[in-house]
């Protein structure tokens, strides 16, 4: 509707605009401002506006000074100097105040003064009888207290009494300086009646203004109270006021730049015994250092670069700084870390390897460490170094001191080294393999042979010098290309077990779940592996509630007669005991995929050998899991509710929306199934492996509904021990896999984003259910062929508000962690290549295989190597007679699945019908133009009613 509106430019549509990005603003959502039109950005001071928004000072900065400077706008003075302040310019902006006698900016004038320390620069305001306070709100009042001049005068009050609290401070007035304190405090709390409470993003400043009044009071208390270890006690009061105050660096700048000023200036004044005046005095060293580096490490995070730059300097300047080699080490780093920031990468590469490369510099091991690991992970970046060497230069040397000085395995830098060794290996790792699987190395390798055995045979057939000399010069060659790939495919071996032991090492010592690395150690964990027998030991260190998550990828590998397989099925096994809850209902899912599958008709009606050997092996598993009495009960009540629910899915129903469960029905019978938790409940998997409180299943009520649908799922409800109701959605003629999958992924995708710092920011999530229908690049597949991506029809796009699908809706940061993590999402897709949907079958070629089968087959009997018909449990722990050896291979990959997955790899990548790969701001506009393209719209079917 908006978008309409400013394409047809209709009177009044600015102000619309201008008012929707002040609300935005206000609220804190950047994004959405981007949904409010671009008419603004053709003006000077809608740019300008736009750039404050963003928080690109240094451009705001610039174009202020344009305008003042020729358009003579003396007006746009206080832009600039806010400008000024937000880059942390405080003297300039405190020398160019003086210089032009401005005293309607005293406010900035006071601020600059006690952030510089700058206590002999305003000598008037020691004098000066500063107004009571009731005497201000009355003044206030006279003038109206919602006028806009009066938070100039607040901004000139604060800091007034700030400046004098500090300055009392270093003389050692701090009865007087608590006094002042009270009296801005009362200030600030008064000035929130000019404040508009319709955003909370108006209160932030107040309350940062209050905290910096806090860790003032702190200060002051502490040395007036004359406590023992005085800094330590500040700055652990200081860290608890920061534990609980989540604030953007803009608002917790000041705070800090309080708090430096009073360590800066204030410690080497105060009234202290001699019996601790050194500790004193190396405690206040440290703390400089350490917040100023803080300070800078903050601002370098929100690109202001500026003020992270100042604060590295400013941490230059303190006496004997360099000279202290753990200091020195901290101050490098964070300065390299800058200049590869800002773009400057060959500055960066250069500060840090001279500091690696500098004396005495691993006698401080951690800080040494934290430099090999950056500095190893931008060689990896860029590529500037190959091979194994760096890998252990690197990383394997920051491993090897961290291990040295034993350091604690749980702490977070020796898990961020651990999993930089890994992700770089494994990347290395994939580069070789891709290399060992091309055309030219196949040709290369063949071409080796080829020439070894006819330089061998023309040795042994000719005596002409001549052709021996050719022979010879071609074995030769020979034996140097057959070095060469022999060596390739040892860096292969030797990267894909750096990557394993380092994946390991994190999953082993992190107290996190870990998703997207327990992917990828099953990911490579099915490649051929050199050192089977250390991996599979450390594995078993592994707590089991990380393989919660992968158990639906390691079933389908327990089928073959391999060592993976046997490790595979113990695995699962031992994580069945410490988490029934969760792994039990996936072994029955598997189990019992292939039951009612006689109810289906069409294309879906039969069975792969593949889905037929998934399930074995499932039942197998089941059948020695049942043996053991602790899961006994478990087992039994799960095939109970696991046969009535298929059972009651497979019920033809007419078409009214609700019904009755038929009489005597199987699942009407279920009561109190206490070894059974609710299966729709979303358990947390416990790293103990203790599960108290457990919600089991009651009964079932004896009625269900019909949502829609084309296979017409039902809608059932069950009661919980907990006296609540619980919802379900069964579906049958349907292939519950790919929703399994999906809702993997989609978990996957939220860990990922929990742990990116700007989709965290946003507060990103996808909310999962335990049951949900997606399709997966079925939709082509169709009578009638889905044209677009995802429904964006005119009544999704209108309950979006007036900026429709731009602004928030068009957010791109879920895309940016998705292509930055893809590896990880397409490994929990792999399953699918060697478990796949059944829309993905060969069906012709699997149809003739059926009708040669050999092996007698039915949903719930099988036949077993003794020649018995077995039931259900009974086949349990009794292997299946052999497939015949023309059945399809297991370990081959589906090559349906396996274009689908390159096909998905592709899209995340945004490489689209050949072309080079496109941005994600370019493929977002993209998706979104081709689902509310009206030529797609129109050839969807009718049923899917895309005209809503």
Not at 35 to 63: A, N, T, Y
Not at 821 to 827: A, C, E, G, K, P
């Amino acid at each position: 509707m908006l978008h309409y509106h400013i394409n047809a430019d209709t009177p009044g549509v600015s102000e619309i605009l201008q008012v929707l990005r002040e609300s935005f603003a206000g609220i804190g959502d950047t994004d959405a401002l981007y949904g409010c039109g671009i008419g603004h950005l053709f003006e000077p001071e809608g740019r300008i506006q736009h750039f404050k928004h963003l928080d690109k000072w240094e451009q705001v900065m610039r174009s202020y000074e344009l305008e003042v400077a020729y358009c003579g706008q003396p007006e746009k003075l206080d832009g600039l100097l806010k400008s000024l302040q937000m880059l942390g310019m405080d003297e300039l902006l405190m020398r160019f105040i003086d210089s032009k006698e401005m005293d309607q900016y005293d406010g900035l004038r006071y601020e600059c003064a006690w952030r510089l320390g700058a206590w002999d620069q305003i000598p008037t305001l020691r004098n000066e009888k500063l107004p009571m306070l009731t005497e201000l709100m009355e003044d206030f009042s006279r003038k109206g207290i919602t006028a806009k001049s009066n938070e100039k005068e607040i901004d000139k009050l604060f800091h007034q009494h700030l400046f004098l609290a500090v300055s009392h401070i270093k003389s050692g007035k701090y009865k007087e300086s608590l006094d002042l304190l009270d009296v801005a405090r009362s200030l600030v709390i008064n000035s929130l009646a000019l404040s508009s409470l319709e955003a909370c993003q108006n209160l932030y400043r107040p309350i940062a203004r209050l905290q910096a009044i806090k860790s003032t009071e702190v200060f002051a208390n502490a040395f007036l109270s004359k406590k023992k270890r005085i800094l330590p006690f500040i700055i652990e009061e200081w860290e608890r006021d920061d534990d609980v105050s989540q604030q953007s660096f803009n608002l917790a700048e000041p705070v800090k730049a309080v708090r430096l000023t009073l360590l800066e200036h204030c410690c080497q004044n105060t009234e202290t015994s001699s019996n601790n005046a050194s500790d004193l005095n190396y405690s206040n060293f440290k703390a400089l250092v350490d917040i100023r580096l803080h300070q800078s490490i903050i601002a370098r995070e929100a690109n202001m670069f500026w003020v992270s730059e100042k604060y590295l300097r400013a941490v230059r300047q303190i006496p004997n700084v360099l000279s202290n080699v753990n200091f020195r080490l901290r101050l490098g780093l964070e300065e390299a870390k800058l200049f590869w920031s800002k773009g400057d990468k060959d500055v960066g590469k250069i500060i840090l390897e001279r500091l690696i490369a500098g004396e005495n510099a691993e006698a401080h091991y951690l800080d040494y460490a934290r430099a090999l690991v950056t500095y190893g992970s931008w060689v990896m970046d860029t590529h500037s170094e190959r091979g194994k060497a760096p890998l252990q230069k690197y990383f394997g040397r920051t491993i090897e001191l961290m291990n040295e000085n034993n350091h604690d395995k749980h702490s977070e830098d020796f898990l961020h080294a651990a999993k930089a060794f890994a992700l770089f290996a494994d990347e290395n790792f994939i580069e070789t393999k891709h290399r060992i699987q091309s055309s030219s190395f196949q040709q290369q390798k063949e071409t080796a042979l080829v020439s070894k055995n006819i330089a061998t045979t023309y040795n042994k057939i000719h005596t002409a010098t001549d052709e021996k000399r050719a022979a010879s010069i071609l074995l030769k060659l020979a034996d140097i290309d057959q070095k060469e790939i022999a060596n390739i495919e040892n860096e292969k071996a030797s990267f894909h077990c750096l990557a394993l032991f380092n994946y390991i090492d994190v999953l082993r010592y992190s107290s996190d779940k870990d998703i997207d690395i327990i992917y990828r150690v099953v990911s490579l964990m099915l490649e051929p592996i050199r050192d089977r027998e250390r991996i599979e030991a450390k594995i078993w260190c592994i707590p089991t509630f990380k393989f919660i998550p992968v158990i639906r990828q390691l079933i389908p590998r327990v089928i073959a007669e391999d060592e993976n397989a046997k490790f595979f099925k113990k695995l699962i096994e031992k994580c069945a005991l410490d988490h029934p809850h969760h792994i039990l209902p996936a072994l029955f899912a598997v189990a019992y995929s292939t039951r009612g599958i006689e109810n289906i008709e069409g294309s879906y009606a039969f069975v792969t050998e593949g889905q037929k050997e998934n399930t074995t092996a499932a039942q197998n598993i089941l059948g020695d899991l049942i043996k053991k009495e602790i899961l006994k009960d478990n087992i039994l009540q799960l095939q109970k509710l696991w046969e009535s629910l298929i059972d009651l899915a497979y019920i033809n129903t007419s078409k009214k929306s609700c019904h009755d469960i038929p009489r005597g029905h199987s699942i009407l019978k279920l009561r109190d199934l206490n070894s059974v938790q609710i299966p729709t409940i979303a358990l947390k998997g416990s790293p103990v492996a203790k599960y108290k409180n457990i919600v089991t299943l009651h009964k079932y009520e004896p009625e269900f509904q019909l949502v829609g649908g084309i296979n017409m799922p039902k809608k059932i409800s069950c009661i919980g021990s907990d006296g609540v109701k619980y919802f379900q959605l069964l579906k049958g003629k349907d292939d519950p896999r790919q929703d399994a999958v999906m809702v993997q992924v989609v978990e996957l995708i939220n860990e990922l984003m929990v742990k990116d710092k700007r989709a965290q920011k946003r507060n990103l999530i996808m909310r999962t259910y335990k049951v949900s229908r997606i399709a997966f690049e079925q939709g082509r597949l169709l009578k009638f062929p889905e044209t677009v991506p995802f429904r964006l029809t005119r009544n999704i796009v209108d309950g979006m508000g007036v900026s429709g699908v731009q602004g928030v809706f068009k957010n791109e940061e879920v895309m940016r962690v998705i292509r930055e993590h893809y590896r990880s999402v397409l490994t929990v897709l792999e399953v699918l290549i060697y478990d796949p949907l059944y829309a993905w079958t060969l069906k012709p070629f699997e149809q003739a295989l059926k009708e040669r089968r050999e092996v007698s087959y039915s949903d719930d009997s099988y036949e077993t190597e003794d020649g018995e018909k077995a039931g259900f449990f009974s086949s349990f722990g009794k292997p299946l007679k052999k497939f015949p050896e023309w059945r399809l291979n297991q370990n081959e990959r589906n090559p349906y699945a396996v274009r689908a997955l390159e096909r998905i790899e592709r899209k995340i990548l945004g490489v689209e019908d050949g072309f080079p790969p496109s941005s994600i701001e370019a493929q977002v506009d993209k998706l979104i133009k081709i689902a509310q393209d009206p030529e797609n719209l129109c050839a969807l079917y009718s049923g899917w009613q895309p005209y809503l």
